[in-house]
């Protein structure tokens, strides 16, 4: 064994972090929070090592990333970029793989500790399953393999024996408001939701509104498909999905709550009345080095929030009439089955056509509406009907595009 190989993490010495190196796959690399788990990385390169690095087509970013944090393994999913990175790799001893096959390949590698799963959408879910099949650790961005498969993938890791950790920030500080609660009773949680770029409009505004628009985010600056799903509300109803799973929660303990300041970043209620809750500047990077550092706290530099600036902390219920989407993510939690799926995947298909100026912003809502109802409702999915489920729905929700 050698030197270093010592101290590498292995979930024998988990509970043990202190000089331990925690070897990091991050799937999703080039991302908003791919980018930006590098930069923890890179400020605690003592904890931390780089393992397996993925992008779907930025090469050049990509190539970038893997000279900085020399990684086993890179992997591209735009297959017409393996030979350019393959040539800009060919001093080192990266490896590089290429497709989706590339991805699950990755996944799989025995020489890491921890899944950053931070890749966007449904291509998320397969190389996450893998990893956790493989015992691996999540550190759980992708939101939608929750939304899609979450009774699957909650099985699958109880099974393992495997851990996910949030990183979405809401579900984060939720976590965090459990530490210590392990035996008490949740009354309900409570999300909190900054109303995205277009709180208090009405329908007659929203018909209008353009892809730029609707791409500047208030609070948090993000992957192009998140900003969307935030300007409709659709995030918060996958964030509902996702904590159903995440602290197997019934639809009628999870509240959302618009807190346009997005400081507080999520509640606890217990059943004796008491409310606990997790503040802080909006940063992504704090949920994703907690998620790292779990079940420590190790300090940073991120800015500190200022209490002697006026500052006002305000609360309002979101307008479901208007953001239909939320209401519509509602109707798929209360379902169940394959319908998260389909709303998923009717979604990812909207939003798409919505920042290729194909269709309007509530068209979105209609594309996701139709394709609930026209796809067959199925109660307890296999893993393969989920896959089918959601190749239906994009199949049919891409034909509305024409309409
Ligand atoms: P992004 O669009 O900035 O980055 C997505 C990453 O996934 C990129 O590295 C891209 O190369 C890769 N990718 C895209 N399509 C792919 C495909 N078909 N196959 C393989 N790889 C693919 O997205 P993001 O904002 O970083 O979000 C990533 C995930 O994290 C999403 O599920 C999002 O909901 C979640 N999330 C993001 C934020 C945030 O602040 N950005 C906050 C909470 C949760
Ligand atoms: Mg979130």
Redesign the pocket.
Known sequence: MSIQSQFIYSPDTAGNAGSIVKRIAI??????????ALEVIAAHADKFSVEIL?????HEL?ITQALVFKPKYVVI?DEKKYTLIKNALSSTDIKVLAG?QG?IDAASYQGYDIML????????LK?TLEAINAGKTIAL?????LVVAGDIIIQKAKEKNVKILP???EHSAIFQCLVGEEKNVIEKIILTASGGPFLGRKPNFLVNVKRDHALQHPN????????I?SATLM?KG?EMIEAKWLFDLTPEQIQVVIHPQSIIHSMVQFEDGSIKAQMGLPD?KL?IHYAFTYPDRVVTDFPRYNFKKPNTLSFEEPDIKTFRNLALAMEALNKGGNMPCILNAANEIAVFAFLKNRVGFLDITEMIERTMEKIPFIQHPTLEEYYDSDGEARVFAASLIEM
């Not at 799937?27 to 930006?36: A, D, H, P, V």
């Not at 993925?54 to 930025?58: F, G, Q, Y």
């Not at 948090?220 to 900003?227: E, L, N, P, R, Y």
């Open positions: 799937f999703g690399s080039t991302g908003s929070i791919g980018t930006q993925t992008a779907h087509t930025n990509l999913t989706e991805l799963a931070a890749i966007v959408g449904y291509a998320g190389p961005a992708n939101k939608e393999t990183v979405d920030s948090w600056s993000m992957g192009a498909k998140i900003t799903d995030n996958l992504m949920p």
